[in-house]
């Protein structure tokens, strides 16, 4: 942050060198000439200087086993991994607050409290699903918040649009356009073939398209791939209900998504409702299921 350095950190090699980049992201979080930094993959956290050496390491002890990331064997090209560490930050009160998964998909979140001298792990709260809001005073309290209900209480100009727009052929080759989807809520989600995640993500996509009308709500799926045939393929497993459009393996560049699942929830003017990293699981959608029914609901209502 202004003060370049030199070798800061060290590298982890896995068996699959290819899978490197994967291995070594994670949160950081900078104090004066010290940093902090959780690998996304890894049960750990640790503490560097201004040279890059490591201060302290520390672990919760979460993987009696702990793998790097490796492929799954198969047809389709998966890669299996765990995830760990989802963010930290220096709180208020000076001490290292890191969030992460309370298992090893990150279905259920736990916030991890420790002391930036020595890494002892002061305090763990068990967060529940992560559709959660944290504050921290300077006093050390935690606060867990409803993300709706917070949000409902701040000030907003408007809903930003949706950008940029996209015109994407669909399977048989017909252009279509985010503006055809204009007048309905509609789920802009982006998946690929190899995204482990997103093959348990679509039977949940298919119950949700089939729980309102058409005029109301809509799905528009566009694959990642750059392979059509394993596409096409996935396509063929899965049996979507829903439009499939395809991206060709641009779309990371033009929406900058961290990684795959990745859905973006629009109101009938184009314009985003709610943004959804990763595959939550039935509660994710549970809750997607009523935010959709309120703003239909809602729409509705001022037509009346």
């Known amino acids: 942050m202004g003060h370049p350095r030199q070798g800061l950190g060290i590298a982890h090699v896995p068996d699959i060198r290819y899978l490197a980049q994967l291995v070594n992201a994670g949160p950081a979080a900078l104090s004066h000439d010290v940093v902090y930094f959780a690998p996304l993959v890894r049960d750990e956290i ?3 200087d201004a040279t890059g050496s490591p201060v302290w390491r520390s672990s919760r002890g979460m993987i009696p086993a702990e793998r790097d990331p490796h492929f799954v064997a198969g047809k389709e090209r998966r890669v299996a991994h765990a995830l760990i560490n989802i963010a930290l930050t220096v709180g208020p009160d000076g001490r290292l607050y890191v969030l ?3 298992d090893s998909a990150a279905t259920r979140l736990r ?3 420790l ?11 068990i967060l529940g699903t992560p559709a959660t809001a944290i504050a921290v005073n300077r006093a050390g309290r ?3 918040l409803d993300p709706e209900a917070l949000l409902a209480q701040t000030p907003t100009h408007g809903r930003d649009r949706f950008a940029p727009s996209f015109a994407l052929p669909d399977l048989a080759g ?10 309905k809520v509609t789920l802009v989600n982006f998946w690929a073939s190899w995204c482990a995640p997103c093959r348990e993500e679509f ?5 949700l398209y089939s729980v309102f009308q058409r005029a109301d709500f809509d ?17 063929r497993e899965f049996r979507p209900p829903f439009p499939i459009l395809v991206g060709g393996g641009r779309m990371k560049a033009a929406y900058h998504y961290r990684g795959l699942p990745y859905s973006v929830l629009l109101d009938r003017e184009g314009r985003v409702i709610e943004r959804i990293f990763g595959f939550g699981g039935e509660t994710e959608f549970r809750h997607l299921r009523e935010i959709i029914a309120r703003e239909i609901d809602a729409d509705s209502t001022a037509r009346r």
């Open 219 to 235: 799905i528009a799926a566009i694959s990642d791939d750059v392979s059509g045939s394993k596409m096409r393929a996935f396509v």
């Open 111 to 113: 916030l991890d409290v």
């Open 203 to 207: 039977p949940h996509m298919a119950e």
């Open 142 to 144: 935690i606060r867990v």
């Open 174 to 183: 017909k252009p279509v356009r985010l503006e055809d989807y204009r007048g």
């Open 115 to 125: 002391n930036r001298e020595t890494g002892e792990i002061l305090d763990t709260r």
């Open 100 to 102: 992460g998964g309370a």
């Open 46 to 48: 640790l503490r560097l």
